[in-house]
């Protein structure tokens, strides 16, 4: 790598550049009915920690302060020089990227010919539902984006390299497998079947819609590999937001 050439940020940095989505989203809780409202993926992160019961806001508070700590003295040691400038820099990168999200999306499923989607009428929303909604994308980011895409492409490219693919190939055979694998999951995890095992209402399977879904899946994937979780868990924020607003691209 030139030294012109800006490295990648770590995950570590990502994480703390996505500190506010996590604290708009214990920030939600507060809003009335919201263990029900609990996003889809958190509960996916945390399955079997119910037993905790009313504690488990308390913990997962605990526990994400005690990584925001070990994040910054890893970003610190790694990189002595870094400065909330960096992380900034990040931050406006996502909400750039997830103003662009929308119309880019509108323009795939233009291209690949799907069904037009329908501009649902979206239920009114109090400002700490909308927290919740946008703390959810951290949420998302880090299931699909950290732990599937991850998992997927380590898997992938042992299994290339057992086969006998050159290391450049396996590790591009990897990373497309990830891309569009961790986003076919992501389309599936919104469906009512999915849901449903989470005691929550997912959506029916629609063909634009899915394929919308693992568009978006895509490029979030995309932002993630190239600028890694921070940009892609506030553009996914920005999405969300402007569904709350009621925003159509």
């Keep these: 790598m030139s030294p012109s050439e800006p490295a990648r940020p770590s995950l570590s940095q990502g994480f703390l550049a996505a500190l506010p989505l996590f604290a708009a989203y214990e920030v939600g809780g507060f809003a009335r009915g919201a263990d029900r409202a609990r996003a889809a993926a958190e509960k996916a992160l945390y399955l079997g920690g119910e037993f905790v019961g009313e504690r488990l806001p308390l913990l997962r508070t605990a526990a994400l302060l005690v990584l925001a700590a070990l994040a910054w003295w890893r ?4 990189v002595p020089d870094a400065s909330p400038r960096g992380l900034a820099r990040l ?17 795939l499923q233009a291209w690949l010919g799907a069904t037009p989607l329908g501009a649902a009428s979206e239920p009114r929303r109090t400002l700490l539902a909308v927290l919740r909604l946008v703390g959810a994308a951290p949420w998302e980011e880090a299931l699909f984006r950290v732990a599937l895409y991850g998992a997927l492409f380590l898997a992938v490219r042992r299994v290339a390299v057992f086969l006998g693919l050159v290391a450049r190939a396996a590790q591009a055979v990897a990373e497309l497998a990830s891309v569009l694998g961790s986003a076919v999951l992501f389309a599936a995890f919104h469906l009512d079947g999915v849901q449903r095992e989470l005691d929550l209402l997912g959506e029916p399977f629609h063909r634009g819609l899915f394929l919308w879904r693992i ?27 402007g569904i709350a607003l009621g925003i159509r691209a």
């Design 215 to 241: 568009s978006a899946g895509v490029l979030l994937a995309a932002l993630f590999r190239w600028r890694g979780f921070g940009v892609s868990a506030w553009a996914h924020a920005v999405f969300n937001l």
């Design 91 to 107: 931050v406006l990168t996502g909400i750039l990227a997830g103003v662009l999200l929308g119309p880019v999306l509108v323009a």
């Design 75 to 78: 970003v610190r040691r790694a």
